[in-house]
């Protein structure tokens, strides 16, 4: 394809299930532009008159909106076979690309595009407009951290009586991002949006979602029902001022939900005055990865795993003399010594000393009912200690908790074969059996038809 209308291609920029999306240059302007490209189906009239409706509302909405965080649409043509939009270019990616576990944002960088994002979202409201899909394939970012939200093809006039508006259709939306009352088929105003939003949030600063499910049915139950996880428990280096924020722009009833993007938006700003700008986060991130991933114990993790782990842990510098765990303590926090060297010991008699790539705290940890500590450890030079919640832990993927679940028995038996080992060369000598126990055989015999 060499030109669309009068937009001449570039190449293509992405493909969705019904639109392709392409780079072109506009002659009239002397501008790159992004046209949005869908060719109806002529042996579907039914979902080609929707497609053409969807058009014409975006058009018509977006026209109505002029923000710098709302991707512009410049014109908008539906011909017999085809429909395109041409809009702003947006030199970046969509905020899909910082959502997994690897790949997350400073915590100051997050909390600013949130926050133009409210604001763009309170502009549209006081147009007359809500969104209804945000969520973060939606919403692009430009070099600057500029966040420009799109697609409005799903949007609705709130100005309208919705019962009578043939663009307003039940259950539209993404349902991990939808609000309770979408999933319901309530009527919506501007909180759904909010409630989305919410949910970019907590993904952008934790990598998961806040409900997670394998099917959407019990998905949508979740939503619907259950509470939230507190953030910080999930990423325990967060601020604690996230999870009221959190709470309130992800709350099922309505009156106690951000009213607006403006008031989500002044929530935000007291957290990010709050934060500690790091000139560049990321080569730390890559050097605490380095260090766990030359640690024995984290040999079978992969790469996604030890990032989960990283993000959910408490990475702390401790002196000598220091102790990190106590006898008769009753938590569930256990740790990996990435470096220096500890003692443990038990009821002030020295069990044994351990050092990098060693798990610590685990028995309380792994025991299902007695969560009291039996081990007292204490740093016998400056250390580098992993500290991992428990229920930070619970709260991770399924894989993670596997894999730390096996890791750990595994480290718990091998000290016990040493502890027996030790233990047999206190002992008196071996009785000597006749032979080893023949091993077991079944007789099968088939019986006849």
Not at 380 to 404: D, K, T, V, Y
Request: hydrophobic share 40%.
């Amino acid at each position: 394809m060499e030109r669309i209308g009068k937009y001449r291609v570039v190449r293509e920029l992405g493909k969705g299930a019904t639109a392709v999306v392409y780079l072109c240059d506009d002659p009239d302007e002397g501008r790159q532009v992004a046209v949005k490209l869908v060719r109806f189906d002529s042996d579907n009239a039914a979902v080609s008159r929707r497609l053409r409706k969807l058009f014409q509302t975006e058009d018509a909405i977006a026209r109505r909106l002029d923000h710098a965080n709302i991707v512009k649409i410049y014109e908008a043509v539906v011909e017999e076979n085809q429909a395109y939009i041409a809009m702003e270019y947006v030199d970046g990616v969509s905020l899909e690309d910082f959502c997994r576990i690897d790949r997350l944002l400073p915590l100051y960088r997050v909390v600013g595009i949130i926050f133009k994002c409210c604001l763009a979202l309170d502009h549209a409201y006081r147009q007359g407009v809500i969104h209804r899909d945000i969520k973060p394939a939606n919403i692009l970012l430009d070099k600057d951290d500029n966040p420009k939200i799109a697609d409005f093809g799903l949007a609705i006039n709130i100005n309208k009586d919705m019962d009578r508006d043939s663009t307003f259709v039940m259950g539209v939306g993404s349902p991990a991002y939808m609000s309770p009352e979408q999933i319901k088929g309530y009527p919506l105003n501007q909180k759904t949006d909010l409630y989305s939003l919410g949910v970019v949030l907590f993904q952008m600063l934790t990598g998961r979602l806040p409900f997670r499910a394998k099917n959407p049915a019990t998905l949508i139950y979740k939503i619907v029902n259950m509470d939230i996880p507190v953030i910080s428990q999930l990423n325990p280096n967060l601020p604690e001022g996230l999870d009221a924020i959190i709470k309130k722009a992800l709350e099922k009833d309505l009156y106690s939900r951000y009213r607006n993007g403006a008031e989500f938006a002044k929530d935000l700003s007291t957290v990010r005055y709050q934060i500690v700008k790091e000139d560049d986060p990321e080569p730390q991130d890559m050097r605490h990865f380095e260090a766990l991933r030359k640690l024995e114990f984290f040999v079978e993790f992969e790469n996604v795993e030890l990032w989960e782990i990283l993000r959910s842990a408490i990475w702390r510098d401790v002196d000598r003399n220091v102790t990190l765990l106590s006898e008769g303590e009753a938590d569930k926090r256990f740790g990996i010594i990435v470096s220096g060297c500890v003692e443990v010991s038990v009821e002030g008699k020295v069990l044994c000393r351990l050092g990098a790539g060693e798990v610590v705290g685990e028995m309380a940890h792994l025991h299902y009912a007695d969560g009291k500590r039996h081990a007292t450890v204490v740093t016998l030079e400056p250390c580098r200690f992993l500290e991992i919640s428990g229920p930070a832990l619970a709260l991770s993927s399924e894989e993670l908790q596997e894999r730390m679940q096996k890791t750990l028995m595994a480290k718990v038996i091998e000290r016990l074969r040493e502890a027996n080992k030790l233990l047999a060369k206190q002992g008196p000598g071996a009785t000597k059996g006749s032979g080893p126990l023949p091993p077991a055989s079944l007789d099968l015999e088939l019986m006849p038809m």
